[in-house]
């Protein structure tokens, strides 16, 4: 691999001239606690170093809300939309959000790649940087704290700047134009930092290990009290999945057109924690109770996933951090494994 250095100022020089090549979205305070990716008019403003983004990455790939196609019934056609999609640049996605794109691409671009989805993520650029866990954090046990692939470009700090690791073609091509940025001689004393920094993260995380063997004890103890006692507190707001960086259940909806014979369809996300989520035509709900959905997102993270990962959970802890309810994920995994 390659690795390049620059300083902080030169960051700021590098972020706007990355403005030219498409839209730039890093993270910036939307409010004095919250960050999310926002486009990025001032590169000052972007932020190095931040716990969480409200919404996760996969919004730019697998927007909240896209037409499919659209339709007259008078003509019984289909009429397939133009994609629109546009170069979009995200700078500083922390290592469970690319893996969390990985995921995401693992649903739509495997066996039947979905078109809307290919051509939005072919268009994305992918530069990550390196954070330090907060009470919330639990990448480490689920083994995404340091990310090999998935990304163009990773920012790694260093004293005086950042240590940069260059992994795709693209990566490449984002730095030979830019060179005068940057250094290509890097010192023991920049890899001693990251040493040191990895060390010093390690220690951070609330909880050592790992969880690959998560899935059994959800399975060993599908009737731990846990379930109901939790799913009670539920509010069914469902802004544990919407600010999941892994969620990718949609619906669609038909949406007509006053002319009442056109019209389009619109693929929107849904939420496992919703009523309506398990109801099918008929009216029977494969999920009828708060419990039952609250267990299935419980399984749906940690056991169904065997046929891509160990988990479809990447510890980022944005479900805990967001939930109204203070309902704490981390925790009752931890309950249900015995180690509460
Ligand atoms: S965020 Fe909390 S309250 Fe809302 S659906 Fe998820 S677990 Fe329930
Ligand atoms: S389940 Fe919770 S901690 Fe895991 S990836 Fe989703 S939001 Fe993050």
């Known amino acids: 691999m390659r690795y390049v250095k620059i300083s902080r100022e030169n960051t700021y020089m590098f972020l706007e001239r990355l403005k030219d090549l498409g ?18 008019d001032d590169v000052h403003s972007v932020i190095f170093e931040y716990n969480r983004t409200v919404r996760p990455p996969r919004r730019f790939f697998y927007p909240e809300k896209e ?33 969390g794109l990985r995921i995401i691409d693992a649903t739509f671009l495997d066996e039947q790649p979905d078109p809307m989805y290919k051509k939005h993520r072919e268009n994305g650029i992918i530069i990550g940087i390196s954070c330090l866990p907060d009470e919330y954090c639990f990448c480490n046990v ?64 609330s909880i050592q290990g790992n969880w690959d063997d998560l899935r059994y004890h959800l399975e060993w ?11 009670e507190k539920c509010l069914g707001c469902g802004n544990c999945t919407t600010t999941c960086p892994t969620c990718r259940c949609y619906d669609v909806k038909d949406i007509p057109n006053l002319d009442g014979k056109t019209g389009e369809r619109v693929r929107f996300w849904d939420s496992c924690q919703f009523r309506t989520h398990g109801l099918v035509a008929g009216g029977h709900n494969f999920r009828p109770t708060k419990k039952d959905r609250f267990f299935n997102r419980y399984h749906c993270k940690n056991a169904y996933c065997q046929e891509v990962t160990t988990s479809y959970c990447v510890g980022c802890g944005r479900c805990t951090y967001f939930c109204p309810a203070e309902i704490n994920f981390k925790q009752n995994l931890l309950e249900v494994r015995g180690e509460a």
């Open 221 to 231: 103890n599908m009737d731990h009290p846990m379930y109901v006692r939790e799913s």
């Open 67 to 99: 037409t499919m196609f659209k339709f007259n019934m008078e003509e019984v056609e289909e009429y397939p939309v133009e994609i629109q999609s546009e170069r979009v640049i995200l700078f500083g996605v922390h290592s469970c959000d690319i893996v």
């Open 142 to 205: 689920r083994r995404v704290e340091i990310v090999d692939a998935g990304f163009d470009l990773f920012f790694h700090e260093i004293s005086d700047g950042f240590l940069v690791r260059v992994r795709s073609i693209t990566g490449h091509k984002l730095i030979e134009p830019n060179l005068d940025l940057f250094e290509e001689e890097i010192s023991k004393e920049d890899t001693d930092y990251i040493a040191e920094f990895e060390v010093k993260r390690r220690s951070m995380f």
């Open 23 to 40: 839209t730039l979205h890093a993270p910036q305070n939307i409010s004095e606690k919250y960050y999310d990716f926002v486009e990025v």
